[in-house]
């Protein structure tokens, strides 16, 4: 998997409040990459997931209907 370069930025050279930024940033998308990780885990594991009474996901079937919204 190739990523494309973003405009990179060297932490010693920003001020304190941009460094805090930068890895409050980092560290809640690798927070939500693990979340999404045990969520596709736990997929794989299951034949049927339903919520509420409505299936979203059904064995070779693409996942419909759920979203996830983590609050901080």
Known sequence: MTRKKKNQ??????PDSEKMKILKEARENLRQQVVE??????????ENLTING?????????LTGFSLERNF
């Open 54 to 62: 409505r299936t979203v996901y059904r064995g070779n079937e693409k």
């Open 37 to 46: 990780a045990k969520l596709w885990k736990n997929l794989l594991e299951v």
């Open 9 to 14: 930025k060297n932490l010693l050279e920003l």
